[in-house]
Protein backbone atom coordinates (compact mmCIF):
# COMPACT_ATOMS: atom_id res chain seq x y z
CA UNK A 1 0.00 0.00 0.00
CA UNK A 2 1.37 3.12 -1.03
CA UNK A 3 1.65 5.84 2.03
CA UNK A 4 0.38 9.43 1.13
CA UNK A 5 2.24 12.54 2.05
CA UNK A 6 -0.53 14.63 1.93
CA UNK A 7 -0.34 16.31 5.21
CA UNK A 8 -3.61 17.31 7.56
CA UNK A 9 -5.16 20.34 7.55
CA UNK A 10 -5.01 22.86 10.36
CA UNK A 11 -8.53 23.95 10.18
CA UNK A 12 -11.98 22.95 9.05
CA UNK A 13 -13.59 23.74 6.03
CA UNK A 14 -11.94 26.76 3.87
CA UNK A 15 -10.31 27.51 7.25
CA UNK A 16 -6.51 26.97 6.22
CA UNK A 17 -6.99 29.25 3.26
CA UNK A 18 -8.57 31.43 5.02
CA UNK A 19 -5.82 32.52 7.67
CA UNK A 20 -2.99 32.45 4.70
CA UNK A 21 -4.89 35.30 3.56
CA UNK A 22 -5.42 37.32 6.75
CA UNK A 23 -5.02 40.84 6.62
CA UNK A 24 -4.42 43.31 8.97
CA UNK A 25 -4.55 41.07 12.44
CA UNK A 26 -1.96 40.70 14.90
CA UNK A 27 0.30 38.44 14.46
CA UNK A 28 3.81 36.57 15.29
CA UNK A 29 6.06 33.97 13.63
CA UNK A 30 6.59 31.63 16.40
CA UNK A 31 9.58 29.43 15.62
CA UNK A 32 10.98 25.81 17.14
CA UNK A 33 13.34 25.65 19.59
CA UNK A 34 15.05 22.77 19.12
CA UNK A 35 15.81 20.43 15.64
CA UNK A 36 14.59 16.75 15.24
CA UNK A 37 11.19 15.05 15.78
CA UNK A 38 12.49 13.14 18.89
CA UNK A 39 14.62 16.42 20.55
CA UNK A 40 15.25 15.45 23.71
CA UNK A 41 13.72 17.64 26.42
CA UNK A 42 15.86 20.27 27.58
CA UNK A 43 17.74 19.24 31.35
CA UNK A 44 17.54 22.78 32.39
CA UNK A 45 14.14 24.48 33.22
CA UNK A 46 13.10 27.22 31.13
CA UNK A 47 10.18 29.65 31.34
CA UNK A 48 7.39 29.35 28.99
CA UNK A 49 6.80 32.39 27.18
CA UNK A 50 2.90 33.07 26.77
CA UNK A 51 2.39 34.27 22.94
CA UNK A 52 -1.25 34.26 21.50
CA UNK A 53 -2.66 33.88 25.53
CA UNK A 54 -4.64 36.60 27.44
CA UNK A 55 -3.32 36.93 30.64
CA UNK A 56 -6.47 37.99 32.98
CA UNK A 57 -8.56 35.21 31.44
CA UNK A 58 -5.90 32.51 32.27
CA UNK A 59 -6.24 34.22 35.88
CA UNK A 60 -9.68 33.71 36.24
CA UNK A 61 -9.83 30.34 34.54
CA UNK A 62 -7.55 28.92 37.60
CA UNK A 63 -4.70 28.49 35.58
CA UNK A 64 -2.38 30.63 38.00
CA UNK A 65 -1.97 30.43 42.10
CA UNK A 66 0.90 33.38 41.86
CA UNK A 67 1.30 36.17 39.50
CA UNK A 68 4.40 38.91 39.85
CA UNK A 69 3.82 42.53 38.62
CA UNK A 70 4.51 45.97 39.54
CA UNK A 71 2.62 48.25 42.05
CA UNK A 72 2.97 51.77 43.10
CA UNK A 73 2.39 54.22 45.83
CA UNK A 74 0.32 56.85 43.57
CA UNK A 75 -1.67 55.73 40.86
CA UNK A 76 -2.58 51.69 39.84
CA UNK A 77 -5.49 52.34 38.24
CA UNK A 78 -4.17 51.52 34.62
CA UNK A 79 -2.05 48.24 36.20
CA UNK A 80 -2.88 44.99 35.53
CA UNK A 81 -3.00 44.46 39.23
CA UNK A 82 -5.90 46.31 39.68
CA UNK A 83 -7.64 44.76 36.70
CA UNK A 84 -6.64 41.28 38.03
CA UNK A 85 -8.95 42.84 41.50
CA UNK A 86 -11.55 44.27 39.71
CA UNK A 87 -12.11 40.77 37.69
CA UNK A 88 -11.84 38.72 40.84
CA UNK A 89 -15.43 38.66 42.39
CA UNK A 90 -14.13 36.92 46.03
CA UNK A 91 -11.23 39.80 45.84
CA UNK A 92 -11.66 42.73 48.36
CA UNK A 93 -9.04 44.61 46.87
CA UNK A 94 -9.54 47.77 44.77
CA UNK A 95 -7.45 50.60 43.21
CA UNK A 96 -7.78 52.61 45.90
CA UNK A 97 -6.97 49.87 48.37
CA UNK A 98 -3.99 48.19 46.37
CA UNK A 99 -2.36 51.75 46.14
CA UNK A 100 -3.02 52.53 49.86
CA UNK A 101 -1.08 49.43 51.05
CA UNK A 102 1.64 49.85 48.40
CA UNK A 103 2.22 53.60 50.57
CA UNK A 104 2.89 52.00 54.01
CA UNK A 105 6.25 50.38 51.75
CA UNK A 106 7.11 53.57 49.57
CA UNK A 107 9.91 54.77 52.52
CA UNK A 108 11.40 51.59 51.85
CA UNK A 109 15.13 52.26 50.20
CA UNK A 110 15.32 49.04 48.07
CA UNK A 111 12.60 47.13 45.85
CA UNK A 112 10.50 45.74 47.83
CA UNK A 113 7.74 42.73 47.06
CA UNK A 114 4.42 43.24 48.35
CA UNK A 115 1.69 40.50 49.07
CA UNK A 116 -1.81 40.95 47.58
CA UNK A 117 -4.01 37.80 48.77
CA UNK A 118 -6.89 37.96 46.01
CA UNK A 119 -8.34 34.69 47.13
CA UNK A 120 -8.28 33.13 43.98
CA UNK A 121 -4.71 34.09 43.17
CA UNK A 122 -1.96 35.90 44.76
CA UNK A 123 -0.21 38.80 43.11
CA UNK A 124 3.80 39.71 44.61
CA UNK A 125 4.07 42.92 43.09
CA UNK A 126 7.27 44.78 42.98
CA UNK A 127 7.50 48.23 44.35
CA UNK A 128 10.75 50.17 43.35
CA UNK A 129 12.37 52.31 46.04
CA UNK A 130 10.67 55.32 46.56
CA UNK A 131 13.86 57.74 45.50
CA UNK A 132 13.65 56.72 42.12
CA UNK A 133 11.08 57.60 39.18
CA UNK A 134 11.55 54.12 37.33
CA UNK A 135 12.05 50.73 37.91
CA UNK A 136 15.65 49.59 37.32
CA UNK A 137 16.91 46.41 35.93
CA UNK A 138 18.63 45.42 39.31
CA UNK A 139 15.66 46.42 41.14
CA UNK A 140 13.85 43.74 38.64
CA UNK A 141 17.02 41.16 39.44
CA UNK A 142 16.45 42.03 43.51
CA UNK A 143 12.72 41.63 43.25
CA UNK A 144 12.35 38.43 41.45
CA UNK A 145 14.82 36.52 43.30
CA UNK A 146 12.67 37.67 46.38
CA UNK A 147 9.30 36.77 45.15
CA UNK A 148 10.90 33.66 43.54
CA UNK A 149 12.16 32.62 46.72
CA UNK A 150 8.60 32.94 48.19
CA UNK A 151 6.89 31.01 45.77
CA UNK A 152 9.42 28.05 46.18
CA UNK A 153 8.79 28.40 50.56
CA UNK A 154 4.99 26.87 49.63
CA UNK A 155 4.67 24.96 47.07
CA UNK A 156 0.49 26.27 47.13
CA UNK A 157 2.00 29.51 45.08
CA UNK A 158 2.55 27.72 42.12
CA UNK A 159 1.99 27.64 39.36
CA UNK A 160 3.49 31.23 38.55
CA UNK A 161 3.09 33.80 36.29
CA UNK A 162 4.71 37.01 35.51
CA UNK A 163 4.16 39.79 33.41
CA UNK A 164 6.88 41.22 30.73
CA UNK A 165 7.49 44.67 32.70
CA UNK A 166 7.34 46.36 29.47
CA UNK A 167 5.63 48.80 27.69
CA UNK A 168 4.38 50.15 31.47
CA UNK A 169 3.58 53.94 32.10
CA UNK A 170 3.58 54.46 35.89
CA UNK A 171 6.03 51.39 36.48
CA UNK A 172 8.01 51.94 33.41
CA UNK A 173 11.33 49.49 33.37
CA UNK A 174 14.65 51.56 32.25
CA UNK A 175 18.25 49.93 32.16
CA UNK A 176 21.75 52.09 32.62
CA UNK A 177 20.87 54.18 30.37
CA UNK A 178 17.45 55.07 31.20
CA UNK A 179 15.63 52.96 28.24
CA UNK A 180 13.21 50.10 28.40
CA UNK A 181 15.26 47.36 27.91
CA UNK A 182 14.96 44.36 25.38
CA UNK A 183 12.32 41.45 26.09
CA UNK A 184 15.32 39.15 26.09
CA UNK A 185 17.34 40.74 28.80
CA UNK A 186 13.80 40.75 31.02
CA UNK A 187 13.92 37.16 30.10
CA UNK A 188 17.25 36.39 31.24
CA UNK A 189 16.54 38.69 34.00
CA UNK A 190 14.29 36.67 35.73
CA UNK A 191 15.83 33.39 34.83
CA UNK A 192 19.09 34.35 36.35
CA UNK A 193 16.97 34.65 39.62
CA UNK A 194 15.74 31.45 39.62
CA UNK A 195 12.57 32.21 38.03
CA UNK A 196 10.37 29.05 36.21
CA UNK A 197 6.53 30.28 35.48
CA UNK A 198 4.86 31.46 32.69
CA UNK A 199 6.09 35.02 31.17
CA UNK A 200 3.35 36.99 29.26
CA UNK A 201 4.74 39.40 26.72
CA UNK A 202 3.31 43.04 26.86
CA UNK A 203 0.29 43.94 24.35
CA UNK A 204 3.01 46.47 21.76
CA UNK A 205 4.74 43.21 20.95
CA UNK A 206 1.56 42.10 18.61
CA UNK A 207 1.86 45.02 16.72
CA UNK A 208 5.28 45.35 16.37
CA UNK A 209 6.62 44.27 12.98
CA UNK A 210 6.44 40.73 12.33
CA UNK A 211 9.75 38.74 14.19
CA UNK A 212 10.63 35.16 14.81
CA UNK A 213 10.02 34.57 18.41
CA UNK A 214 10.31 31.58 20.58
CA UNK A 215 7.79 30.08 22.98
CA UNK A 216 10.26 29.52 25.95
CA UNK A 217 13.85 30.65 27.18
CA UNK A 218 16.84 30.40 27.27
CA UNK A 219 16.44 30.39 23.73
CA UNK A 220 18.12 28.00 21.49
CA UNK A 221 21.87 28.13 20.67
CA UNK A 222 21.07 28.76 17.19
CA UNK A 223 20.50 31.82 17.93
CA UNK A 224 23.50 32.68 19.25
CA UNK A 225 25.39 31.34 16.50
CA UNK A 226 23.62 33.87 13.93
CA UNK A 227 24.37 36.54 15.97
CA UNK A 228 27.98 35.46 15.89
CA UNK A 229 27.53 35.62 11.95
CA UNK A 230 27.66 31.85 11.68
CA UNK A 231 24.31 29.51 10.89
Known sequence: MVKSNTR?????????RLMQQAEGVDRIILLP????????????NRMRIMWGQNLLEDILAGHYRTLVCSVNPFDNSRGIISQVAK????????EAAITAHAKRFMDRGAVTVIKYDMDKVEVLALLRPSKLEHLRMEDLAQGFKMATEMIKSKTERTPAASVSFLGGRANKLVDAKDTEP???????TMFEAGF????????????ASPIGVFARYPFPASLSKMREGGF
Do not use: C, H, N
Open 196 to 207: AGDVYPAPWMWT
Open 8 to 16: SRIYDGEGD
Open 182 to 188: TFETVLR
Open 87 to 94: LLTTSQWD
Open 33 to 44: DSTGREAMPAAT
